[in-house]
């Protein structure tokens, strides 16, 4: 009973040591949360799907819902899960905390279900104007599962208020900076440039910062054809002959596209890659693509959704323009069986799309079923 004073005593040193170690050391703690907090947003941001809405959980999630949810969070611990992607692959991983009281489970993404979605227009949401089934309810359901879109299109004969008021006409809800089109890529790539632009009339306004004037251009530029009479009088011999004077004088050929044709509701129509070909051959000059397939009309659809390429899908109808040049620039392809699609033109391409369904209705259930 004598000792009894004494081992007081050294229980309380011990006890104050512990509580000095503790005070010292939780800035550490605190620090060391706080960074991994903002890794875990860091993570989750780069690859989770942000449509209007963030969700945080704040509850335990035991190891089998982390093995088993549908809605696995980037990081995953007992106390805290934050900013769940959506439907994604798992790779779970276990580390003991410096404590050696708690188990961090850490949930790497690592998804086929992409969390951005480029969509091409015409001949995947209608043809001539004629809607294909089940638009309006694809897109509200790849938005309701969280997925970011961005409508890409080739087409050279509508406004960008136009043609999303189009769409909207389809029954597809979209606003209209949601919209990638060539006429914007001319006129960021053109800005401040003397530019002979053989286009539709509808499309002039669109080239904001171009100047457009008739003779001695730095720039020729060419769009595309309509079903109306107007392309008689754009693709005329003498704008054709105006043309090939000025790249002949020195000027840079651009397009917005270099198609060949389109599907329209009477079949296949000539588009203006034939004429782009022509003086092509004639001035013997090679034209700078501003549209799809162009990488840079790619990077500008990715850099608006702050999507990387490996982690979006295309969606087309087009092999060319919209599978071959989304794979060269990285992206995932899906490739629809309307419009423009042929099924021996798919047989004999070099390139293949990554996925083919039979119309823009089968992506969602796709993608569900890729996670």
């Known amino acids: ?3 009894l004073p004494g081992f007081v005593a050294t229980r309380r040193r011990s006890t104050w ?28 941001r ?17 190891a089998a819902e982390a093995s088993t949810s549908k809605t696995a969070s980037t990081r995953v611990s007992d106390f805290c899960a934050c900013c769940p992607p959506g439907p994604l692959e798992r790779e779970n991983l ?18 086929r279900s992409m969390a951005a979605i480029l969509l ?21 359901q790849l938005r309701e599962e969280g997925h970011r879109l961005r409508f890409v299109t080739n087409n050279t004969t509508s406004s960008r208020a136009d043609l999303a008021e189009d769409l909207r006409a389809l029954g597809v809800e ?12 001319a006129a960021r790539t053109l800005a401040g440039k003397r530019v002979l632009a053989l286009t539709m009339a509808a499309i002039r306004p669109e080239f904001e910062g171009v100047e457009l004037v008739g003779e001695e251009v730095d720039a ?30 020195g000027a840079e050929l651009y397009c917005l596209h270099k198609n060949r044709w389109w599907q329209t509701s009477r079949g296949p129509l000539l588009d203006s890659g034939a004429f782009i070909a022509g003086l092509e051959y ?83 259930g796709f993608l569900a079923r890729a996670s």
Request: aromatic letters at 6%.
């Open 282 to 364: 004639a001035a013997e000059v090679e034209a700078t693509v501003l549209g799809k397939p162009s990488p840079a009309f790619f990077g500008a659809a990715l850099d608006a959704l702050d999507a990387d390429p490996e982690r979006t899908w295309m969606v087309g109808d087009d092999l060319e323009a919209d599978v071959a040049g989304a794979k060269a620039c990285g992206l995932r392809t899906i490739l629809v069986r309307t419009g423009k699609f042929r099924e021996q033109a798919l047989e004999d391409s070099l390139v293949k799309p990554d996925a083919v369904v039979d119309s823009l209705g089968d992506v969602p």
């Open 94 to 111: 276990s580390s003991i905390s410096e404590s050696g009281m708690e188990t961090e489970r850490v949930t790497r993404i690592d998804s």
């Open 120 to 140: 091409d227009v015409d001949g995947v949401f209608h043809v001539s104007g004629r809607p294909i089934d089940g638009v309006g309810d694809a897109v509200r």
């Open 220 to 249: 020729v530029l060419l769009g595309g054809a309509d079903e109306t009479d107007e392309p008689n009088r754009v693709f005329s011999y003498m704008n054709m002959a105006r043309a090939f004077a000025e790249l002949e004088a």
């Open 17 to 44: 040591r512990a509580l000095r170690n503790a005070s010292a050391t939780r800035p550490i703690a605190s620090s060391r949360f706080r960074v991994w907090l903002r890794s875990s947003w860091a993570t989750a």
């Open 1 to 3: 009973m004598a000792a």
């Open 174 to 185: 979209l606003d209209d900076e949601e919209l990638e089109t060539t006429p914007r890529a």
């Open 46 to 62: 780069s690859v989770a799907p942000a449509f209007r809405r963030t969700r945080c959980f704040w509850r335990s999630v035991s």
